[in-house]
């Protein structure tokens, strides 16, 4: 589209500091450009996109102006990722052929649909990369009446309107209740939170879409601000034939916590952990949480240091028995911090360089949490080799 388009996208890269483009048409007084649909340097402008091209599946964005613009700086063009799903693939991140697939998306009882392994997967490779088909601003949900005289509803439809294959929107899973407008319905079972700049946001990803929830999950989903995509990394080596799930709710929390959060979708997990004997998941509900009471005792000043090292290694083990790797990057990071706030950069080097290497695999690389990271590490770096020398 980016013919029939007026807007420049290239000024969007010209103003790396601002979160979206402000208008070049300066001399247009504020009140008519606000009725215009600032930041965009021109009023809306219906285009006819050419969907043959690689990025067919098109994308649906109900958002702000402000928001749209944060959206559209990830997806301009010219951007490797979205113009050409072979730059992914040559990074490992994308499969480009359908018979490439490790997976297949299948009936699984009691469930719907899910999504099985049909090669062996191993550890840590990314299994699904998927570019979302609509982002949301959750303000203009339809059930939610902040957003002024616009109904959410309409804007909604009307998103859904544009998306050029509607069918593969709609097949998406449903909630089993009566439940308010059909596109926020889907939205709202399927899609992800995300943050772009700043900003909390709804992505839906099709195909991850299709990936059950298990609290022991198979892999791990990681959002890339950059080129706006989610992937599901493995966490462990799959076999053929075993379905491969993600934790809908946050890793680590005890029973009574999952089942609530859980409620929002309107099933109790029976996958392992959840299916297991009661001493079983009373044993892994104890460890979870002395794991939660260890994670903030450490974070407390008042901690001895004799203590820290003590609770250190206990919630490495803990993190590990329970198999909790996706957030293995955060708690190394944060034993890192209190090593190096203690004043023991050999102890934090060792755990920051931990935390990178996690980071690295579930985290987004050019994110906020990886480049803090870096940069904390390369100033201990330098500190640990000062004292060496
Ligand atoms: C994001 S969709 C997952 C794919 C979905 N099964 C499908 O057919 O497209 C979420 C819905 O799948 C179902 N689901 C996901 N995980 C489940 C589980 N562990 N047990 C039962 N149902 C599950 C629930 O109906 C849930 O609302």
């Known amino acids: 589209?980016?013919?029939?388009?007026?807007?420049?996208?290239?000024?969007?890269?010209?103003?790396?500091?601002?979160?979206?483009?402000?208008?070049?048409?300066?001399?247009?007084?504020?009140?008519?450009?606000?009725s215009r649909g600032v930041p965009w340097t021109h009023p809306p402008h219906c285009v006819i996109a050419n969907f043959a091209g690689p990025t067919a599946n098109g994308?649906?964005?109900?958002?702000?102006?402000?928001?749209?613009?944060?959206?559209?700086?990830?997806?301009?063009?010219?951007?490797?990722?979205?113009?050409?799903?072979?730059?992914?693939?040559r990074h490992g991140r994308l499969r480009t052929e359908t018979s490439d697939l490790p997976y297949?998306?299948?009936?699984?009882?009691?469930?719907?649909?899910?999504?099985?392994?049909?090669?062996?997967?191993?550890?840590?490779?990314?299994?699904?990369?998927?570019?979302?088909?609509?982002?949301?601003d959750n303000k203009f949900f339809p059930s939610k009446q902040d957003h002024g005289p616009v109904e959410g509803a309409q804007l909604f439809q009307k998103a859904l309107d544009q998306l050029p294959d509607k069918e593969r929107f709609l097949n998406l899973a449903r909630s089993k209740g009566e439940h308010v407008?059909?596109?926020?319905?889907?939205?709202?079972?399927?899609?992800?939170?995300?943050?772009?700049?700043?900003?909390?946001i709804k992505g839906l990803y099709p195909e991850i879409a299709r990936l059950n929830h298990a609290c022991g999950a198979t892999a791990y989903n990681r959002f890339t601000k950059k080129d706006l995509d989610m992937s599901a990394i493995d966490t462990r080596d799959i076999e053929p034939g075993e379905e491969i799930t993600i934790s809908y709710i946050p890793l680590g929390m005890p029973t009574a916590y999952r089942t609530r959060a859980l409620s929002k979708w309107g099933f109790t997990c029976t996958r392992d952990l959840c299916s297991a004997a009661s001493e079983t998941r009373g044993a892994s509900d104890q460890r979870r949480e002395r794991l939660l009471e260890v994670y903030y005792t450490i974070q407390d000043e008042s901690t001895s240091y004799n203590t820290l090292v003590e609770l250190t290694h206990e919630l490495i083990e803990l993190v590990q028995v329970e198999r909790l790797l996706g957030k293995l990057g955060g708690y190394y990071q944060a034993l890192m911090q209190i090593y190096y706030g203690i004043g023991d950069p050999d102890t934090a080097r060792k755990y920051g360089h931990a935390s990178l290497k996690f980071a690295n695999i579930f985290s987004d690389t050019d994110g906020g949490f990886c480049t803090g990271l870096k940069r904390d590490l390369e100033r201990i770096d330098r500190e640990v080799q000062k004292r060496t020398r």
């Open 59 to 89: 994308i649906a964005v109900i958002a702000s102006p402000e928001t749209a613009a944060d959206v559209v700086a990830a997806v301009k063009d010219p951007l490797p990722a979205w113009s050409s799903r072979r730059h992914l693939a």
């Open 1 to 34: 589209v980016q013919t029939q388009c007026r807007w420049n996208p290239t000024l969007l890269s010209l103003r790396p500091t601002a979160s979206c483009p402000l208008p070049v048409d300066d001399g247009t007084p504020a009140p008519l450009m606000a």
């Open 104 to 136: 297949a998306v299948t009936p699984i009882p009691r469930k719907g649909l899910g999504v099985i392994a049909t090669k062996r997967i191993n550890q840590f490779e990314t299994i699904i990369t998927s570019f979302p088909a609509m982002v949301a």
């Open 181 to 200: 407008h059909v596109v926020e319905d889907v939205v709202r079972i399927n899609a992800f939170g995300i943050t772009v700049d700043g900003r909390e």
